[in-house]
């Protein structure tokens, strides 16, 4: 249980209890100080706090075996997902919970006819300051965030009765503040010279034409040529192809499902370019003009870049349409139905939380009157595949509690036949690296020392985590080459989680690795760079090409690198299996077969369908990182996708 992030200690670790004559009490969750939030002046007494009391949920020590009964190939019950009725029923929270925490409640001047809110798994009621301090046993105050011009409410540790503790996961407002999200650094610090030696236009002025040339070396034919001065330079959707033999769209059977069969997942202001989307399909595919992703707004969110409620733009990877345009070009090119994409479209000041809440209405404790996404993505707004670019690090705002309640949404998913693919991030062991002494994250971008800190939710070990590779620099672009971890611009994120232990379909490998190819790094501190037990779960499992990518942006043509584009990518070849195995019918008509779901427990059981990748590591947090080797690293995962080898074993599933 020594997974729990290091900036919280969890009453489990605790051996310090508060005694009052009626209850014990017992601390539930602590923060560390965070040198970005500063503690300021005392909330008087008399403001009114939101209270929300997060409930333990049922069943949730099944989670695995639920999981694998309906994921894993040797399983009787392969494919046979649930209903989100199902789900909500086996993980609802006990009426033993419900009834304590009413009672803890009552027993605090606090009676249950103040309850805003009881559903499934969470409790909301309006209390005073006062009433909370005396309820939790501690000190609000306010506090800022100079740098974001941010003030949040918060104390520093809470207390709950002893009894309560394994009925209540987390309660808010306490000592968790926002939790950042994150896709990459701004260009990736590579030279204006390499930018605009990439981003020439295709084709390069003074090719010549050839009508008699062979399918893929027409260097004027954008669509089909796989030359090497393209491929090594700027990946295409027909470098792709040929890198994983990944079929033409138009020679697999039209998607069928009853949901999407794809949505990329953008945060506001980030919104994709219509008119770049329209270059890029004109040039590199054969999708109709006009054809853009159908956007689900979620509590705001835009619908496009031209959208006239576009609120203000960081200067951040060139405007707030780049990485948008990179995740839709990429996915949307590669998958049939392009015009039935998805777009989950989060608005200002909505974040992960309020994006589970409009799958799923008893994950949070949102509620119709209050909040206009609360379950409000139904039908054919769900996607059966998610791919999901942005990250938040382990060593954040937020508690283990947190992750751990987002992490059993992503299983949900799953048992309801939904891929989730979340990118590993793009600075190796580390964009934020932890300070041994403090427990706080910083940004590596000094090549300081430092722990190593997991991605959030690629460390959740019910989402498959994908890394980058890279086309290695040879002379001659091949089909089907093996690549390389990308050594420059990006590096491939990869590591342990600090929270979450292997699930039973990675502990094996796991431990292998740990006894075999587990590199040393001195203690710094007194405490190791990573979580090396062997029992942690390790990420990425998958990658696929995240470096050079041609894309159009800001109506020219960019280099695009980062997992932001080896997400969508894998999103889209899952797209294309669920195609055909839905494809398949019975004599009234009926599909045989569903989707694929979670397909972790399949790649591991069948590494081989994937290309091994073992050149190059991920270094950072001043150290080397990991390195690729022969089957599963911390770098590449277990290696790249081979698509007739994928499709053959996945369809052979029933």
């Not at 203690?523 to 090409?545: C, F, H, V």
């Given at each position: ?10 009453a489990?670790f ?5 005694t ?21 002046s ?12 997060g409930?333990a ?23 046979k997902?649930w ?12 009426d ?16 249950t006819?103040r ?17 909370a301090?005396?309820?939790l046993?501690?000190?609000?105050f ?14 520093n ?14 309660i808010?407002p ?15 610090n ?10 020439q ?10 009508p008699?040339?062979?399918p ?20 295409t959707?027909a ?5 994983y033999?990944?079929p ?6 039209p ?15 980030a ?17 109709s003009?006009?054809t853009?992703?159908?956007t ?16 203000s733009?960081?200067?951040w990877?060139?405007?707030?349409t ?29 974040g992960?939380?309020n ?5 799923d ?13 609360c379950?409000n ?6 996607a059966?595949v ?18 751990e ?15 989730v ?15 041994p ?15 190593f800190?997991?991605?959030f939710p690629a ?10 590779t890279?086309?290695?620099?040879t002379?001659?672009f091949?089909?089907?080459?093996l690549?390389?971890?990308?050594w ?39 405490k190791?760079?990573?979580?090396g ?26 280099p ?6 080896s ?9 294309l ?7 398949e ?13 979670f397909?972790?427990p399949v ?12 050149s190059?590591?991920?270094?950072g947090c ?13 770098v ?10 994928m ?5 052979s599933?029933?």
């Amino acid at each position: 249980m020594w997974f729990k992030n290091i900036l919280l200690i969890s009453a489990l670790f605790i051996n310090a209890i508060v005694t009052s004559p009626a209850v014990r009490h017992v601390l539930h969750e602590r923060r560390s100080l965070d040198s970005k939030w500063k503690r300021q002046s005392k909330l008087p007494g008399h403001v009114i706090l939101p209270m929300r009391i997060g409930l333990a949920q049922q069943n949730l020590h099944r989670a695995n075996e639920f999981l694998d009964k309906v994921s894993h190939p040797a399983s009787a019950d392969y494919g046979k997902h649930w209903t989100a009725e199902e789900v909500a029923k086996a993980f609802s929270a006990s009426d033993e919970a419900v009834d304590a925490v009413k009672a803890w409640l009552s027993q605090n001047n606090i009676p249950t006819a103040r309850l805003t809110h009881h559903h499934n798994s969470w409790l909301e009621v309006n209390v005073t300051t006062s009433e909370a301090e005396q309820l939790l046993r501690t000190e609000y105050f306010v506090h800022e965030n100079e740098e974001a011009g941010e003030h949040k409410v918060a104390c520093n540790e809470y207390w709950i009765p002893e009894n309560l503790h394994g009925h209540i996961d987390f309660i808010t407002p306490t000592v968790h503040f926002d939790t950042a999200i994150r896709k990459r650094r701004t260009k990736r610090n590579e030279s204006e010279l390499d930018l605009k030696k990439r981003a020439q236009p295709f084709p390069s002025p003074g090719v010549t034409p050839c009508p008699s040339c062979p399918p893929g070396q027409n260097p004027t034919d954008p669509k089909s040529y796989i030359g090497s001065d393209t491929c090594n330079k700027g990946v295409t959707p027909a470098c792709v192809r040929a890198l994983y033999g990944v079929p033409n769209p138009s020679t697999v059977p039209p998607f069928t499902g009853a949901r999407a069969p794809l949505a990329c997942l953008e945060f506001s202001p980030a919104a994709y370019s219509a008119t770049d989307l329209e270059l890029f399909f004109g040039v590199f595919t054969n999708i109709s003009s006009g054809t853009v992703p159908r956007t689900v707004s979620i509590g705001g969110g835009l619908i496009s870049a031209s959208d006239p409620a576009r609120h203000s733009i960081d200067d951040w990877d060139s405007g707030d349409t780049w990485e948008p345009n990179g995740d839709f070009q990429i996915a949307m090119a590669i998958v049939p139905n392009p015009e039935d994409v998805l777009v989950y479209s989060l608005g200002p000041n909505i974040g992960w939380e309020n994006f589970l809440d409009a799958l799923d209405s008893t994950y949070s404790n949102c509620t119709k009157a209050k909040d206009s996404y609360c379950g409000n993505v139904r039908g054919r707004d769900i996607a059966d595949v998610i791919s999901i670019s942005w990250t938040a690090g382990e060593a954040s705002n937020a508690s283990p509690a947190w992750f751990e309640r987002q992490c059993n949404e992503y299983m949900k998913l799953g048992l309801m036949g939904i891929t989730v693919l979340a990118a590993s991030g793009d600075s190796g062991v580390g964009h934020v690296c932890t300070d041994p002494s403090t427990g706080v994250g910083y940004a590596d971008e000094r090549n300081d020392t430092g722990l190593f800190t997991a991605n959030f939710p690629a460390s959740c070990p019910y989402v498959t985590a994908v890394g980058a590779t890279a086309i290695p620099e040879t002379p001659n672009f091949t089909p089907g080459m093996l690549e390389v971890a990308p050594w420059r611009a990006i590096l491939s994120g990869g590591g342990f989680s600090n929270i979450f232990p292997a699930a039973s379909y990675q502990a094996s490998t796991m431990a292998a690795w740990h006894s075999a190819s587990m590199p040393y790094y001195p203690l710094l501190e007194g405490k190791p760079r990573y979580n090396g037990t062997g029992i942690a779960r390790g990420y990425p499992d998958i990658s696929a090409n995240g470096y050079q990518y041609s894309i159009y942006s800001q109506n020219t043509p960019q280099p695009f690198s980062g997992t932001s584009g080896s997400a969508p990518m894998v999103a889209g070849i899952i797209a294309l299996i669920n195609a055909e195995r839905l494809a398949e019918k019975d004599a009234d008509g009926q599909p045989v077969k569903g989707t694929v779901g979670f397909i972790n427990p399949v790649l591991y059981a069948y590494p081989e369908i994937l290309n091994d990748v073992v050149s190059g590591s991920n270094p950072g947090c001043g150290t080397p990182g990991f390195k690729c080797q022969k089957g599963w690293d911390p770098v590449t995962g277990l290696g790249t996708p081979n698509y007739a080898k994928m499709s053959a074993k996945f369809n052979s599933l029933p």
